[in-house]
């Protein structure tokens, strides 16, 4: 793209997002540490789905350091039902590194957010971008997808290396003077108008830049080549009452998957496990009673990993100690503490 066209369509670009611009709540702040929390939470989730979460999030930590020093299982609450939990561990500890290293003032240059926990090229580039007005970049799917139109490039995006193709269109293309709104001009084009199908070439303000429109094959990049197919785990989970009528929780580990949070106890069945008896071992409960044997089957599907999960509800007395990581819990109780979207299915089904 010579001079004169690259001027032209960052002048297009930049104009139509002031007009037709999201009203979102993190577009009304420069504050680098709002606009850093709106990034984590929007990775892999949807707008809507965020904004409520923002919201809420930044009414309870207002600032960097209320944040920094809040209790994680007060956090992984307040993070409850948005999924992606290490997100959430990960911004708390870039954020305390930001206190306790930079003064409470989040770096305005690539090198040093780089290397804050969490931080990836993305989020650097838009807080950069955003917040400081630096010419940085800032590629997520959206921006590859229509620049990956723009400029015809027929690389995979699935593979991590052709991420540096993208950021170097970028980096060509970007309006020195107003980069905030350049990469949230791309971002908003590619949620909005060049959507993964059926793209709406005749609304799109730089379409007379974009080679693909030309060519007529917009609808078939960008090339990505598809994931493979994800772990399939079958569970028993036992959603166990004693005489209390308080519910057995255990705490995943702190490392991992869903890390910290609560669930009911899960067996992994397979041939040579009896769930019953192994519920019973591993949490020194007798099972008195099936008081329902479908309570709910359901899938949860993770971006690498499906859970089949067979539910039942069981009454129990407790004949040992229960392990130091799982205990009873009222239902009031219950609704202190963080659990993961697929418990949260479970106890709308007992609620």
Known sequence: MNYKYKKQFRQNLVEWFQ?????????KTSDPYKIWVSEVMLQQTRVDTVIPYYN????????????AFAPQEELLKMWEGLGYYSRARNLQAGVKEVVEKYNSKVP?????????????????GAVLSIAYKKAEHAVDGNVMRVLSRVLHIT???????????????????IDHEQPGDFNQGLMDLGAMIC????????????RDYCIAFHEGDADKLPIKTKKTNTKKQHYNVYVAINQNNQYLLEKRPSEGLLADMWQFPMIETKDDINSEEQFSTLYGCKIEKVLENNLLNFKHIFSHLTWEMECSLVKVEQIT???CNSRFFSKE?????????????????LN
């Open 19 to 27: 007009n037709e611009k999201r009203d979102l709540p993190w577009r």
């Open 56 to 67: 809420r999030f930044l009414e309870k930590y207002p600032t960097l350091e209320s944040l």
């Open 108 to 124: 305005d240059n690539r090198h040093d957010i780089s290397k804050l926990k969490g931080v990836g090229p993305y989020t650097a």
């Open 155 to 173: 690389d995979d995006i699935a593979l991590p290396k052709t991420r540096k193709v993208f950021e170097e269109a970028v980096e060509m293309l």
């Open 195 to 206: 959507t993964p199908t059926s793209p709406k070439c005749l609304l799109c303000p730089v």
């Open 321 to 323: 100690k229960e392990p």
């Open 333 to 349: 109780e219950i609704k202190q503490i963080p659990m993961p979207v697929p418990m949260q299915k479970i106890l709308n089904v």
